[in-house]
């Protein structure tokens, strides 16, 4: 298995709703990330995950917050969220140590708050 | 990371190369380029990375300068199926940490029949 499935592959939310968007790979990677990205814009890094644990965060507003449950699942759970948060998110997976290596996307899921 | 600087858009006859430059004149040593690419609403998409030799790969090739100042990335025949966003990104990991992906304003690539 060599995809990255993310799940739902639309969502249409609003502002008072809780959702969360599913990542799964199972391809051994023990990084994975959550890239947002706006209409005509490139991706942009929201939290990066390795062996589970996150890593970095963005900066990104508490209204996101980011799961490893385990090596092959990373959730986001959106909550309270604002129309300008609108975009399409995009889950990446990558494997780690010594080397460099090239990032997996998935399809991402294709938000709208309305 | 080093920062990367590409043409915003290019076009490109079908059937011919096309050639997509990227300057990141402020590069390191330790710096990897990578390419990728993003299909409209698709996720990027890799397709080649070198650090300083010229690679080349089932989809393409990637020559890098020998002052590692600049590269381009070689579609050898383009279909109409490669029109796509294309962004060069410069990076560098630390071992045994994830790695960071940033990506630049890339290059709009059209293929024209």
């Known amino acids: 298995d060599t995809e990255v499935t993310q799940t739902p592959k639309h969502l249409v939310m609003g502002m008072t709703n809780k959702k969360s968007l599913k990542c799964e790979q199972h391809?051994?990677?023990?990084?994975m990330y959550w890239y947002k990205q706006k209409a005509k814009k490139p991706p942009e890094l929201m939290f990066v995950?390795?062996?589970?644990?996150?890593?970095i965060n963005e900066s990104v507003p508490s209204r996101f917050s980011p799961e490893c449950p385990n090596s092959s699942l990373l959730n986001l759970h959106l909550h309270a969220l604002q129309p300008e948060d609108s975009a399409l998110y995009l889950c990446?997976?990558?494997?780690?140590?010594?080397?460099?290596?090239?990032?997996?996307f998935g399809s991402g899921t294709r938000l709208t708050v309305v | 990371d080093a920062k990367t600087t590409q043409p915003p858009s290019m076009d490109c006859a079908e059937g011919r190369a096309a050639n997509l430059p990227c300057n990141h004149s402020?590069?390191?040593?330790?710096?990897?380029v990578y390419w990728y690419r993003q299909i409209h609403s698709q996720g990027p998409q890799y397709i080649i990375h070198?650090?300083?030799n010229n690679e080349t790969n089932e989809m393409a090739s990637l020559i890098i300068t020998e002052d590692r100042k600049s590269s381009t990335l070689i579609l050898p025949h383009a279909t109409l199926r490669d029109t796509a966003v294309y962004y060069c990104?410069?990076?560098?990991?630390?071992?045994?940490?994830?790695?960071?992906?940033?990506f630049g304003s890339g290059t709009q690539l059209t293929v024209l029949p």
């Open positions: 391809m051994g990677h023990r990084a």
């Open positions: 070198g650090l300083k």
């Open positions: 990446a997976s990558s494997q780690q140590g010594v080397g460099n290596y090239g990032y997996t």
């Open positions: 402020t590069i390191s040593g330790n710096e990897y």
């Open positions: 995950y390795s062996y589970e644990k996150l890593s």
């Open positions: 990104i410069v990076r560098v990991g630390r071992s045994g940490s994830a790695r960071q992906l940033t």
